[in-house]
């Protein structure tokens, strides 16, 4: 009902809409062969490219902290402060409404602070980032601190303040793959969602080992073992963003047509130079 093979045949989308995308997507080529001339990246060409390493590298550190969130805090919660599994929903409903809003409002707000304020991309992206991981980093080293039963309502508010944090990642790495590799984001996206994906397996089981290795009566200080390990964790993610983040263009993703105008554009820079010397 919803769904069309291209923009043009979609009774739905406004005109203003349909200009935007015809005028920033590359149409596809009539023929296979004349549309693997335009762009045909290798594969070693992109799982051996330093920003595609660093995305998947953060999404990894991303992954592991929110699914030890959404599948095991309701277990710490229980154990830990005495809140019953089936009583918890709460806890459940503000980490998603808490992430969700974030990640929903960040994107745009990036957006329109390159913009207004005219700062280079790639900075805005790694603020966001940055804070995206180092905020929740800071709030789950604060839970050992405050790891008591006394201290539920405070370390619920932490909890829900790394949701909150990390929503800011749809305004950072989320959206660097579309900026370095326009035409293999679809490729790069999917293959990092994967990858942060199978965290929803290694996290849990990790947090299982972990905690079945403790002594019985110490839980407090596997959790404390836990949240340290997931502090350090995404601390490791916003240190590969900041240094191997970019939002260049990559070659083995350009087209021919754009490989041709870059070089048209570096000889006409040549004869521009080389002319004023002769001035």
Not at 39 to 47: D, N
Not at 101 to 113: G, K, M, S, T, V
Request: net charge neutral; with cysteine.
């Amino acid at each position: 009902i919803y769904c069309t093979d291209d923009p043009a045949s979609n009774g739905r989308i406004s005109s203003a809409e349909l200009a935007y995308i015809e005028a920033n997507v590359p149409k596809k080529s009539e023929g296979k062969q004349e549309q693997q001339q335009q762009h045909s990246a290798r594969w070693s060409s992109i799982f051996t490219s330093l920003p595609v390493l660093t995305s998947l590298v953060t999404k990894c550190c991303c992954g592991f902290g929110y699914y030890l969130l959404q599948t095991k805090m309701p277990a710490y919660l229980a154990t830990i402060h005495a809140v019953p599994i089936f009583s918890n929903g709460l806890f459940n409903s503000l980490t998603t409404v808490a992430h969700g809003l974030c990640a929903l409002l960040a994107a745009p707000l990036a957006n329109a602070i390159i913009r207004r304020l005219r700062l280079r991309v790639i900075h805005v992206r790694k603020a966001f980032q940055t804070v995206a991981m180092l905020g929740p980093a800071a709030c789950f080293a604060l839970i050992p601190v405050l790891g008591h039963a006394e201290n539920t309502a405070a370390v619920i508010g932490l909890l829900v303040g790394v949701m909150l944090l990390y929503g800011l990642y749809t305004g950072g790495e989320w959206s660097t793959i579309a900026e370095y590799a326009p035409h293999s984001a679809g490729v790069i996206f999917g293959f990092s969602s994967i990858l942060s994906f199978s965290q929803g397996v290694i996290a849990p089981y990790l947090i299982g080992v972990l905690l079945d290795a403790s002594p019985e009566g110490d839980r407090l200080s596997s959790w404390s073992t836990i949240f340290y390990l997931t502090t350090g964790i995404y601390t490791f993610g916003a240190v590969v963003f900041l240094l191997g983040g970019t939002d260049v263009h990559q070659e083995w993703d350009k087209t021919e047509e754009e490989k041709e105008r870059k070089i048209d554009a570096g000889e006409k820079e040549m004869k521009k130079k080389e002319d004023g010397n002769l001035v």
